[in-house]
């Protein structure tokens, strides 16, 4: 490469050439980089060629070793590749060591992803988030990244042996770092102030909610969380067939029958080893999530690693604080899943879940009902009186419970319901006045 300034990180209409690197304990399988590949696309470049490379460590200079960086190199070349993208986390000085052997830009895993979350970043909310989780990769690699500055001895006629403060803190380069790391912290303070007061806000927004049943869509990227979103509520959710085509949080009421509804939450979708800097900025994002009463996981039935996914999705969730949220599982997208042998290994791991086609609609019914039953729990029979007066109590037991009789007496309102032990306890929450008949 002509310089070593890494700063276009992006790969969009670039041809790139991928590389994995496999330590000895991980799984055989057909595509190790496919993934990857997935991810290069959803960014806009042209996967051109694969490298893969199974080894019992990561070599310390060049992650891939010397005979491995060569065959690289001539991929590279005989491909016509602009871009190197790995499918590991490397070091800054991992990153240089490839780029100058290759004479091309490399790029790591996160930054990848990280590349993609920038593009895909619409409101206000969501780039604050991005940016924090970019400068928090960043900050740590600004040494590696300023290698192109000069190193001279500092001012005052100084030697090189007898500046002060030794090796490594001399000459203008240093002092560029010294500067640049200063301006990083500042504005990831900044920007943590900002999401932490959005943080608070979405808090707010979501105990606000506390009177409804909340249901949110979580999944794996591209299971198909938008679409099902928009079959289930009509909320008309941009869909496509890209990795995280959706980066914001989106909720909508969800008729389920008998005057009864749910609020339904589609938020971003997941992957296998996504960045902690991104789980930590979009914790906002993912409060929904985090609060909410059901979960769906929602699994493409027709993806060969649906299993693997299902994985992936339970680990970051448990991640989140929210591994032990009450989750049923719905397989999506059964109108084009061909594999019979994947479909019966689904359904023998699985047999308690759900299936569904947001395309064609098949299952929606049943997912509908499922939903209803968990919201009203198991029901208990009970007589209340409460004051005639209080319209917040009575409204919720008209969509909480399943009202057998009505009656006014003496200004009370006496209902006869079938209700569940948790909306029961939330209605003594919410209405001091609440007595038992009976």
Sequence with gaps: MATEVREDLSVRQERAL????????????????????????????????????????????????????????????AYDADVVIFDNDLTPSQIREIERATERKVLDRSELILDIFASRARTHEARLQVELAQLEYTAPRLRGMWTHLERIAGAGGATGAGVVGGIGTRGPGESQIEIDRRLVSKRVAQLQRQIAEIDRRKVREVRARQDYFTVSLVGYTN?????????????????????????????????????????????????????????????????????????????????PDALEHVTAVTGVLADLGAGDRRTRLVFNKLDVAEDGALLAVLRDRHPD???????????????QTAVDLAMRGEQQRVTLSLPAADGRAQYFLERFAEVVDRRFEDGRAIFDVLIAPRALSHLHGMAADVQHEG
């Design 18 to 77: 991928l590389v994995g690197v496999l330590l000895g304990g991980a799984p055989l399988v057909d595509d190790p980089v496919a993934e990857l590949a997935e991810l290069a696309k959803s960014a806009g470049a042209v996967v051109v060629g694969r490298v893969v490379q199974r080894r019992r460590a990561y070599h310390p200079a060049s992650c891939v070793g010397k005979g491995k960086l060569e065959e690289i190199r001539q991929r590279a070349d």
């Design 223 to 303: 299971a198909g969380k938008s679409s099902l979103m928009n079959a289930l509520t009509a909320a008309g959710a941009f869909t496509a067939d890209q990795l995280f085509a959706t980066l914001d949080t989106l909720t909508r009421r969800w008729p389920l029958g008998n005057g009864r509804f749910a609020l339904l939450s589609d938020t971003v979708g997941f992957i296998r080893n996504l960045p902690h800097h991104l789980v930590a900025s979009f914790r906002a994002t993912l409060e929904e999530t985090i609060h909410a009463d059901l979960l769906l996981h929602v699994v493409d039935a027709s993806n």
């Design 353 to 367: 879940a759900l299936w569904v086609s947001a395309h064609t609609g098949v299952g929606l019914d049943t997912l």
